[in-house]
């Protein structure tokens, strides 16, 4: 069993920036692919961005790239999500996922079989 929790969610003007955090924990919680997904009021949850168990291998939403990074700290168990250039857009749940022990960076939410209970992100126009 694996058990993350995520943290760092708020509210932010249009512009700036956050950072989440996701700390794994429980058994291979530390070296499985991980990624963030959100959802929206109203809306599917999607795909946000994932990384390799090592770090080695990342992918991005088209919606995110060059604003979002994706990182880890495997001596730490924790996964990070840099937000910049935040826009209203951004704006929903914030969930982080583990798919299996050296997983990939997988995009597609069926992959992941943990997930955190979410934190909330608001950007204000």
């Known amino acids: 069993q694996v058990q993350l929790v995520e943290s760092g969610g708020g509210l932010v003007q249009a512009g700036g920036s956050l950072r989440l955090s996701c700390a794994a924990s429980?058994?291979?919680?530390?070296?499985?692919?991980m990624g963030w997904f959100r959802q929206a009021p109203g809306k599917e949850r999607e795909f946000v961005a994932a990384?390799?168990?090592?770090?080695?291998?990342?992918s991005y939403a088209d919606s995110v790239k060059g604003r979002f990074t994706i990182s880890r700290d495997n001596s730490k168990n924790t996964v990070y999500l840099q937000m910049n250039s935040l826009k209203p857009e951004d704006t929903a749940v914030y969930y982080c996922?583990?798919?299996?022990?050296?997983?990939?960076?997988?995009?597609?939410?069926?992959?992941?079989?943990?997930w955190g209970q979410g934190t909330q992100v608001t950007v204000s126009s």
């Open positions: 996922a583990a798919n299996r022990p050296h997983g990939s960076s997988s995009t597609e939410s069926l992959a992941y079989r943990y």
């Open positions: 429980g058994r291979t919680g530390g070296s499985s692919g």
């Open positions: 990384i390799n168990w090592s770090g080695g291998s990342t």
